[in-house]
């Protein structure tokens, strides 16, 4: 795998880019995804955030490795991936609320808008989200229960990296370009970030 490693990596992230350039097969990702929104993002998750964790093991470890319980962690990144689903329609939903309510000022803004549901989420689910998939990817690959996994994690490192800079230097900024696109388009941008959000979060673990 050390001696193949970019090229597989590479030809396989240019096979995805090629489906979705062109329209024939972006149209077909687009209906399926609109008929079975859930089962999509399970797969999208699975297989891209996967391509993030392999990219952080070779920048990390200096060559290509397997990843330690890799089908474990792809399961989890993919029901990971079905709750962003969910949660991208509940935050957007709740913050229209809000505006409509006047709770939120945004002046008919689609960036404001787009500002506040990034904002939003980042910074309540975001950060939820990526501390639970920091404590199931010490389970598989140390095991223990989840209160072991908790004592034993640097929250240290991760608030200041993944938290303190990740969220406001990269998610909200990647975040509000995602719900400033139409609504057919974030899905293949939203995709796009889970090779970034493998990275980021594999790279923050493995790089003490």
């Known amino acids: 795998m050390a001696k193949y ?4 990596w590479i030809l396989l992230l240019a096979a995805i880019a090629a489906f979705l350039a ?26 891209l955030s996967m391509m993030g964790e392999f990219l952080a093991v070779r920048l990390v470890k200096g ?10 962690k792809m399961a989890v990144w993919g029901l990971l991936g079905m709750m ?31 500002l506040y549901v990034s904002f939003i989420m980042n910074y309540t689910f975001g950060a939820v989200f990526m501390a639970s998939h920091r404590i199931t990817d010490y389970i598989i690959e140390n095991g223990g229960s989840i209160s072991s996994a ?8 991760f608030i200041k990296f993944v938290v303190g800079k990740t969220i406001p230097l990269f998610w909200v ?36």
């Open 5 to 8: 490693g970019w090229t597989i």
């Open 22 to 47: 062109v329209p024939s097969t972006r149209e077909l990702f687009e209906t399926v995804t609109a008929a079975h929104p859930y089962i999509m993002g399970f797969v999208k998750f699975a297989i």
């Open 63 to 72: 060559e290509w490795q397997s990843v330690n319980g890799m089908f474990a």
């Open 84 to 114: 962003i689903v969910a949660m991208f329609s509940l935050f957007t939903a709740g913050v229209s609320g809000a505006t409509e309510r006047g709770l939120l000022w945004t002046g008919d803004s689609k960036f404001l808008f787009a």
């Open 150 to 157: 908790v004592t034993k994690i640097d929250w240290s490192g």
């Open 173 to 208: 900024p990647a975040h509000t370009i995602t719900f400033l696109l139409p609504d057919q388009y974030r899905v293949l941008f939203a995709a796009s970030l889970s090779i970034v959000l493998g990275l980021i979060l594999s790279y923050a673990k493995l790089r003490k």
